[in-house]
């Protein structure tokens, strides 16, 4: 049934549009022994934000990730995207959210490998209800060199920001990167990031990166810390730094 009262705000939050709020979100995996894997989440999410959830392997990150990109439903709580209840919504309405608003990027990229950079891309931009172009897309992520070269003759790396460059041209309200850097070389993921910022600079795309490496977390407006399904800390950054001033 709908959720009948309002959710109030998290403490001190900014006065930007929240896109995506959780409230007591827990999420349970049935088994021989069941593991919980979020605890009773809050948080806000607002637009332009980039955000950083930060935690070791296990503590929940792709957990709340999938959830929020309606990818995985909670077993408790609630979560809303701007006022729509989607915790509630049946597997149209999350197919249309994730459609509409949602871009995806894993640590895998998942290219057709017999399509070219721009046919990958296009791939989305059939479907999508107001995309930006191809060559567009591919651009925003410095790959407009490469719009006819198939994954094969692509790096990790230039292969990683086609996949940004497919999230993307659907012109989500929201980007979601489950550790996108975490299959490449420092030298290779700081221009992956590179890409990422841009996005959220050029587009004000809200941008939530998860990851375990916690120099990330330095390029964030927020960062979110994770443990054993919980959040457990939060802090924003006064500045935030550029990818290429990152080392790890």
């Known amino acids: 049934m709908p959720v009948s009262e309002p959710y109030p ?17 827990s999420k349970i995996y049935d088994g021989d022994v069941p ?9 806000d999410l607002r637009a332009g934000e980039f955000v950083v959830l930060l935690g070791a392997s296990g503590s929940g990150k792709s957990t709340l990730l999938n959830i929020l990109g309606g990818l995985e439903t ?5 979560v ?8 509630h919504a049946d597997d149209r309405a999350l197919t249309r959210y994730r459609r509409d608003h949602v871009g995806f990027v894993f640590q895998f990229y998942n290219l057709i490998a017999s399509l070219t950079a721009r046919e990958n891309v296009e791939v989305v931009t ?12 591919l ?3 410095g790959l407009d060199h490469r719009l006819d070269h198939f994954p094969a003759q692509l790096s990790g790396g230039e292969q990683q920001r086609v996949a940004i460059a497919r999230a993307i041209a659907k012109q989500p309200d929201l980007l979601l990167c489950d550790e996108p850097t975490g299959a490449l070389d420092s030298k290779t993921g700081i221009l992956v ?13 809200l941008t939530v990166v998860i990851t375990h490496n916690a120099v990330i977390a330095d390029i964030a407006d927020r960062v979110l810390h994770l443990s054993d399904g919980r959040i457990v800390g939060e802090h924003r950054n006064p500045t935030r730094r550029a990818p290429r001033d990152l080392q790890w």
């Open 9 to 25: 705000p998290l403490p001190e939050a900014p006065s930007a549009e929240v896109l995506l709020s959780a409230r007591g979100l």
């Open 193 to 205: 990031l590179e890409a990422l910022e841009r996005v959220n600079r050029d587009l004000k795309t």
């Open 126 to 137: 059939e479907i999508a209800e107001r995309p930006l172009s191809p060559d567009d897309a």
């Open 35 to 43: 593991v919980q894997a979020l605890r009773g989440v809050d948080l």
């Open 139 to 141: 651009r925003a992520v």
């Open 74 to 78: 909670a077993s408790s709580g609630v």
């Open 80 to 87: 809303r995207y701007r006022d729509h209840d989607l915790t």
